[in-house]
């Protein structure tokens, strides 16, 4: 297979390849050690650090390399589609986007050096409650203002990296629901210090899942946030979180074409090379087919992503797109790992074919960050005009 199959020659090539380069160090038995012993991929985190590649989307104003949303993706699809998982950091490149965007000037020239440099990592994304679930504006975790600071009270769950991350954006119900207006009012967002809220009241539990993500639930008891750490405007958060949620689906989405790209490659080789009844079992239409029309599903959702990027790139409204392109490129992985996992027979199962692994790694898409069922509703209501389900 050749590699111009994948690849268009100018979408980031110069990136791609050295992506590429630094993953090479980090093969198929790094990963898998790792997943065995549910640890952290540090070193792999620091070189990607190291290397800039977590501060793409940080201007370089602040110290980062000011690239585009579509050069972030190219980065974290190259990523997966070596065999890696980026899962491990690739909130650090989108969280940040809500301080930027509204965070005040001395929130940013405190933090966005910091962490475009690495020595601060802004890695936990702290929104889903084990009561609300997907009905995010029925959190319940509350901000109480009082004098300079606010006090916080509530629970997170599956706050993935809250134990490898000095700061948390946190969102939070500063007004009860049944006081405002608008349910999307009353949210604020936080940026919480890690280390002194632990010694104030915060709790880190890690839960133990399908795949190593390094995910946790945070308790609140009475953790004191100082009110200069409020992003914003107290009770316009849902709005500040919701443009960093487009960043975070078009990204997520490149990921899944990279996860696709990995099992198609692994698929295509190994249907050529593998010989049952004296032949190739490439040779059998009905192996081919679905590694087919996987690949043609991931260029059909790259499509999609790429598009979403350029619109977020111009500022436009790309909530459909954004959520399009996750749920088109979501399926498109499951695709190919499904028909990589099938061409592989017994030996999909094995360890050391790394199939196994990426199988339930890309199976997360199409649940988070926003499950498949609420996209759709999404589409039909905003896109279609179709009466409102919930
Ligand atoms: C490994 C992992 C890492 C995660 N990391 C983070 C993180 O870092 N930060 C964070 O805040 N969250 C994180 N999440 C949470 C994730 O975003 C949620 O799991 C996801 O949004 C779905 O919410 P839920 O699990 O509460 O499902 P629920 O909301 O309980 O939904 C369950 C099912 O019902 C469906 N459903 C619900 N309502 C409707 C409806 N009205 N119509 C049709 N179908 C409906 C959903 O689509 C879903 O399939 C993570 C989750 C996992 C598993």
């Given at each position: 297979m050749?590699?111009?199959?994948?690849d268009?020659?100018?979408?980031?090539?110069?990136?791609?390849?050295?992506?590429?380069?630094?993953?090479?160090?980090?093969?198929?038995?790094?990963?898998?050690?790792?997943?065995?012993?549910?640890?952290?991929?540090?070193d792999?985190?620091?070189?990607?650090?190291?290397?800039?590649?977590?501060?793409?989307?940080?201007?370089?104003?602040?110290?980062?390399?000011?690239?585009?949303?579509?050069?972030?993706?190219?980065?974290?699809e190259?990523?997966?589609?070596?065999?890696?998982?980026?899962?491990?950091?690739?909130?650090?490149?989108?969280?940040?986007?809500?301080?930027?965007?509204h965070?005040s000037e001395?929130?940013?020239?405190?933090?966005?050096?910091?962490?475009?440099?690495?020595?601060?990592?802004?890695?936990?994304?702290?929104?889903?409650?084990p009561?609300?679930?997907?009905?995010?504006?029925?959190?319940?975790?509350?901000a109480e203002?009082?004098d300079?600071?606010?006090?916080?009270?509530?629970?997170?769950?599956?706050?993935?990296?809250?134990?490898?991350?000095?700061?948390?954006?946190?969102?939070?119900?500063?007004?009860?629901?049944?006081?405002?207006?608008?349910?999307?009012d009353?949210?604020s967002?936080?940026?919480?210090?890690?280390k002194?809220?632990?010694?104030?009241?915060?709790?880190?539990?890690?839960?133990?899942?399908?795949i190593?993500?390094?995910?946790?639930?945070?308790?609140?008891?009475n953790?004191?946030?100082?009110a200069?750490?409020?992003?914003?405007?107290?009770?316009?958060?849902?709005?500040?979180i919701l443009?960093?949620?487009n960043?975070e689906r078009i990204?997520?989405?490149?990921e899944?074409?990279g996860?696709?790209?990995?099992f198609?490659?692994?698929?295509?080789?190994?249907?050529?090379?593998?010989?049952?009844?004296?032949?190739?079992?490439?040779?059998?239409?009905?192996?081919?087919?679905?590694?087919a029309?996987a690949?043609?599903?991931?260029?059909a959702a790259e499509?999609?992503?790429?598009?979403?990027?350029?619109?977020f790139?111009?500022?436009?409204?790309?909530?459909?797109?954004?959520?399009?392109?996750?749920m088109?490129?979501?399926?498109?992985s499951?695709?190919?790992?499904?028909?990589?996992?099938?061409?592989?027979?017994?030996?999909?199962?094995?360890?050391?074919?790394?199939?196994?692994?990426?199988?339930?790694?890309?199976?997360?898409?199409?649940?988070?960050?926003v499950?498949?069922?609420l996209?759709?509703?999404?589409?039909?209501?905003?896109?279609?005009?179709?009466?409102?389900?919930?």
């Amino acid at each position: 297979m050749s590699q111009d199959v994948f690849d268009e020659t100018d979408n980031f090539p110069e990136i791609r390849a050295a992506v590429a380069r630094l993953c090479a160090d980090f093969p198929g038995e790094y990963w898998r050690q790792l997943d065995r012993d549910a640890a952290y991929p540090t070193d792999f985190v620091a070189a990607l650090t190291q290397a800039g590649y977590l501060a793409a989307l940080i201007p370089e104003t602040y110290g980062g390399a000011g690239l585009s949303l579509s050069a972030a993706a190219a980065i974290l699809e190259e990523i997966q589609r070596a065999g890696a998982n980026g899962a491990a950091c690739h909130a650090q490149m989108y969280i940040m986007g809500s301080l930027l965007r509204h965070g005040s000037e001395a929130q940013k020239a405190q933090y966005l050096p910091q962490i475009a440099s690495g020595s601060l990592r802004l890695q936990a994304f702290g929104v889903t409650e084990p009561t609300s679930g997907s009905d995010t504006t029925s959190i319940t975790t509350f901000a109480e203002k009082r004098d300079d600071h606010y006090v916080v009270n509530g629970q997170k769950v599956w706050t993935s990296r809250a134990a490898q991350s000095d700061l948390m954006l946190l969102l939070a119900r500063t007004t009860a629901k049944d006081k405002v207006v608008k349910r999307t009012d009353g949210l604020s967002v936080f940026l919480v210090d890690m280390k002194e809220a632990l010694k104030s009241g915060m709790t880190i539990r890690p839960i133990r899942a399908m795949i190593n993500h390094s995910t946790t639930e945070v308790f609140f008891d009475n953790v004191i946030v100082p009110a200069e750490n409020l992003i914003g405007e107290e009770g316009k958060g849902f709005r500040y979180i919701l443009s960093g949620m487009n960043a975070e689906r078009i990204l997520i989405a490149a990921e899944c074409i990279g996860d696709a790209k990995w099992f198609i490659a692994k698929a295509t080789a190994y249907a050529n090379e593998r010989r049952v009844f004296g032949r190739p079992i490439g040779q059998n239409q009905g192996i081919q087919f679905p590694i087919a029309r996987a690949y043609a599903q991931m260029r059909a959702a790259e499509l999609m992503v790429q598009r979403a990027a350029q619109m977020f790139e111009a500022g436009r409204d790309c909530g459909a797109e954004a959520n399009m392109a996750k749920m088109l490129a979501a399926e498109a992985s499951w695709a190919a790992a499904e028909a990589c996992l099938q061409t592989h027979g017994g030996f999909g199962f094995a360890e050391e074919y790394d199939i196994e692994r990426k199988f339930r790694e890309t199976r997360l898409y199409q649940v988070a960050p926003v499950s498949t069922n609420l996209i759709l509703s999404h589409l039909a209501e905003h896109v279609l005009g179709l009466p409102r389900s919930y």
